[in-house]
Every structure is written in C-alpha cells, then in structure tokens.
C-alpha cells in the first residue's frame, strides 16, 4: 500500500506544490477530471496526502504518461509532479547527475572563468546539454580550452564557486536512511565530483577526469569518456546487483542524460532542458530538491540531513 493507503487503480500520480494559493486547487482539480475523463483515462481516487497538505495523489485505472502530464500541467501550471504506472514507492537505487542537478552550477564553465573564457565554454556547454553537439566531441573541444590552466584553479574554483542545490544533501541522506544506494554520476570531473559527493553522501562517484601534467591542465581527458552511455550502463549495472523489482530513481537536466531517465521507474527532470524534460516522467519546478522526497510519499518528519550507517 501507499504511505496514505488510497491507491486504487494501475497509474499514479503525485502532484506537489500546486499553487501558491491552495484555495484554487479544488476548481482547477475538477477540471483537470474532466478533461481525463475526455481523454480516456478516467480517474478513479484523487485527495490530499495525510501527512503532506500540499500533495495530491490521483490514482486511474489506466493511461499515457505524456497526454496525462500535459493535462495536468495545463490545469495547475508548472508543478512538481510525478508519473508512474504502479504505486510510487520508495527506490533502491538513485543515480543522479551533478553539474545543474545536485550542484548550482557547470563547473567547466566556472573553471573556464578562472582562463577567461567563460563565455565561450558556457556556449558549448549549452548547446551540449540541449543536445545540438555531440557530448564527446563536445567536452574534448571545451577541456581543450583549458590547456595551460593551473591545476590549483580547480581548488580554487570548488571553493569559491561550487554551491549544492538546496536540499540535495537531505535528498540524498534521507534515500540512503531508507536503504537506498545512491550513486552519482556525471559528465564532469571527478576533481569536483569527489568532494561534492562526499559533501552530499552519495556513496560511489562516476565520471571524467582531467589530464595534469607539471601543475597545469594539459587539455586532454585522463582515461575514458564518461557520457551518456557511461550513465545508462552505470544505472543499469547498479540495478542487477540490486535484484529484480527494485525500483530506481534518476535525475539529470540534459540531453546526456535521458538515457538513464528514460531508464529508469523514476526519471526527475530538474532544471531541464526541453528533451531531457520530454523525457522524464517526473519534474520539479520547486528550487528544493526536497521535492522529490514528497513526491515519493516520505513525510517530512523522516527527512535526515546527515546519515551514519553504522
């Protein structure tokens, strides 16, 4: 059963942060009934979650995954909200990516401040992420740019302008006091992505590593590319140690990473560009990843920022 015991039907869905102004919901959730119904997939139950005032829970029968989200968008706007096709349950395994998901910012495109060419990384990057260049060739020409760097930028730069997102540390801790592995994964550098993991709690790192060579960037990646497969492989290889039936929570914000949204039971969009968003059939347009918590059915008096596994 559910965390508030109403589900009744096949599909599930679960809706946070409504609207500001919670009165409107009953008006704007009669309607978006109905426009169901017009479609085909009638509801069965919706109501607020018990412990949780701010959620909706709409359980159907049966239905389709984009023409429901995009009802349900167009009713209460841009929203949390996420879409499964069993009873949402608490994952065993979250896979996440880093740069714009668990963490503010790209840290390539923050590194290239410190060579003075921010602007014309950013742009790579962003066109990267939109999936308009391939990633490789991508990353390989923005890590070209760094060639003659200072290595100690990088410590500099994870000092000054490497900043999580709020709430990720608690997203990630709380998953971990439920059993959940956690595991992050990025297209970035492992100079950043070491520290932030371990700032965070996730318990094994995935990603690229930069080439050093007498105190400087040499301009080359260390080893191989860490990519799009690289995430998809990394998902799927942590799920079958798990077992069969275990559920699998995935996060990321660009094209590289629709492979393992798509993958995955639950595929967050945060901060998505518009693939990685069409992709995914969950989204948070909340600024704290705590959001994901709730749309998990996790009370909020069970979130930890901290968790000891001994």
């Known amino acids: 059963m559910s965390a508030t015991g109403l589900f009744s039907g096949d599909f599930e869905v679960l809706i946070a942060r409504l609207i500001a102004d919670m009165d409107g919901v009953e008006t704007r959730l009669d309607a978006a009934l109905r426009a169901c119904a017009d479609a085909g997939m009638p509801v069965a139950m919706a109501g607020m979650l018990d412990f949780c005032s701010d959620v909706l829970q709409i359980s159907?029968?049966?239905?389709?995954?984009?023409?429901?989200?995009?009802?349900?968008?167009?009713?209460?706007?841009?929203?949390?909200?996420?879409?499964?096709?069993?009873?949402?349950?608490?994952?065993?395994?979250?896979?996440?990516?880093?740069?714009?998901?668990?963490?503010?910012?790209?840290?390539?495109?923050?590194?290239?401040?410190f060579a003075g060419i921010k602007d014309k990384v950013a742009d790579i990057t962003e066109r990267a992420m939109r999936g308009e260049l391939e990633f490789e060739s991508a990353l390989k020409e923005r890590v070209g740019l760094l060639e003659g760097l200072e290595e100690g930028a990088i410590a500099t730069c994870l000092d000054q302008r490497i900043q999580p997102v709020p709430g990720a540390r608690a997203l990630v801790n709380t998953l971990?006091?439920?059993?959940?592995?956690?595991?992050?994964?990025?297209?970035?550098?492992?100079?950043?992505?070491?520290?932030?993991?371990?700032?965070?709690?996730?318990?094994?790192?995935?990603?690229?590593?930069?080439?050093?060579?007498?105190?400087?960037?040499?301009?080359?990646?260390?080893?191989?590319?860490?990519?799009?497969?690289?995430?998809?492989?990394?998902?799927?290889g942590e799920r079958a140690q798990l077992g069969e039936g275990a559920r699998v929570l995935a996060t990321g914000d660009g094209a590289n990473d629709i492979p393992m949204i798509e993958?995955?039971?639950?595929?967050?969009?945060?901060?998505?560009?518009?693939?990685?968003?069409?992709?995914?059939?969950?989204?948070?347009?909340?600024?704290?990843?705590?959001?994901?918590?709730?749309?998990?059915?996790i009370a909020e008096s069970e979130w930890v920022e901290d968790f000891d596994p001994a």
């Open 263 to 297: 993958a995955a039971d639950y595929g967050i969009a945060y901060r998505a560009k518009p693939k990685a968003r069409e992709a995914a059939n969950g989204r948070i347009a909340s600024v704290e990843l705590t959001a994901i918590l709730k749309l998990l059915g």
């Open 60 to 113: 159907l029968p049966d239905g389709e995954r984009a023409r429901l989200t995009g009802i349900l968008t167009e009713h209460f706007g841009e929203c949390d909200l996420l879409v499964a096709d069993h009873e949402i349950e608490v994952p065993r395994l979250f896979v996440s990516d880093m740069d714009s998901t668990m963490i503010e910012q790209e840290c390539i495109d923050e590194l290239a401040d």
């Open 176 to 236: 971990r006091s439920k059993g959940c592995r956690t595991v992050l994964v990025t297209g970035g550098f492992h100079h950043f992505a070491d520290p932030v993991a371990e700032q965070l709690g996730f318990e094994r790192v995935v990603g690229n590593r930069l080439g050093v060579a007498g105190g400087a960037l040499t301009g080359l990646l260390a080893g191989p590319v860490s990519d799009a497969s690289t995430k998809l492989a990394t998902l799927e």
